[in-house]
């Protein structure tokens, strides 16, 4: 009961799985960074979305870098500012 009360005060899911992509994509501030660390604490399944994000984001990361001849700099710049805008709303 006292988890699902700081889980909606401090920050919903639906934020807590947005601020996780945007700090893949960038940095967050302090306070976000802190209010998405409590959340990742008290909410399993965000826990859960979280390590799967990360587990995404080193094999995202590894493919990249065996197919570096493929796939240029400026290429994958533009997928991260992207990114970055879709995250910005």
Same mark, same amino acid.
């Given at each position: 009961?006292?988890?699902?009360?700081?889980?909606?005060?401090?920050?919903?899911?639906?934020?807590?799985?947005?601020?996780?992509?945007?700090?893949?994509?960038?940095?967050?501030?302090?306070?976000?960074?802190?209010?998405?660390?409590?959340?990742?604490? #008290?909410?399993?399944?965000?826990? #859960?979305?979280?390590?799967?994000?990360?587990?995404?984001?080193?094999?995202?990361?590894?493919?990249?870098?065996?197919?570096?001849?493929?796939?240029?700099?400026?290429?994958?710049? +533009?997928?991260?500012?992207?990114?970055? +805008?879709?995250?910005?709303?």
């Amino acid at each position: 009961m006292i988890r699902k009360i700081l889980h909606i005060l401090f920050l919903p899911c639906s934020e807590a799985t947005l601020l996780m992509e945007k700090r893949n994509a960038q940095t967050i501030s302090a306070g976000e960074n802190r209010r998405l660390s409590i959340h990742i604490f #008290v909410c399993k399944w965000c826990k #859960v979305y979280n390590e799967k994000l990360k587990l995404l984001d080193n094999i995202f990361k590894k493919t990249i870098t065996e197919k570096t001849s493929e796939i240029n700099e400026s290429e994958i710049q +533009d997928f991260k500012n992207k990114m970055i +805008d879709k995250l910005n709303f």
